[in-house]
Nanobody, 121 residues
Framework: QLVESGGGLVQAGGSLRLSCAASGRTFNSYSMGWFRQAPGKEREFVAVVSSSGRSTYYADSVKGRFTISRDIGKTTVYLQVNSLKPEDTAVYYC????????????????WGQGTQVTVSS
């Protein structure tokens, strides 16, 4: 089970730290990714971190502003989102997959329920 938290309402230029806590099974061997879906739009890939935590990969739209990481125990994945823009408004989901880097959502096996991020202008 994956449970996201940390979303909220923030002004443009602000920051948030999203968390994804894993429970019920071990995700140590899984790469962990973040996706987002804005109203009326398709789900899009945001970032992924490898199972070791040593490698990361980002969508061009967030590169330099977002940072993905996972803790040493590998039970929690984080997405630090900085310099937020109104177009970053979306529900953010974490997900788990085998292999790296995987950007297609259909290749992820486990998903959380999402956390809402709203950026006001």
């Amino acid at each position: 089970q994956l449970v996201e938290s940390g979303g909220g309402l923030v002004q443009a230029g602000g920051s948030l730290r999203l968390s994804c806590a894993a429970s019920g099974r071990t995700f140590n061997s899984y790469s962990m990714g973040w996706f987002r879906q804005a109203p009326g739009k398709e789900r899009e890939f945001v970032a992924v971190v490898s199972s070791s935590g040593r490698s990361t990969y980002y969508a061009d739209s967030v590169k330099g502003r977002f940072t993905i990481s996972r803790d040493i125990g590998k039970t929690t994945v984080y997405l630090q989102v900085n310099s937020l823009k109104p177009e970053d408004t979306a529900v953010y989901y974490c997900a788990a997959t085998l292999g790296f880097p995987i950007v297609q959502g259909r290749r992820y096996d486990y998903w959380g329920q999402g956390t809402q991020v709203t950026v006001s202008s």
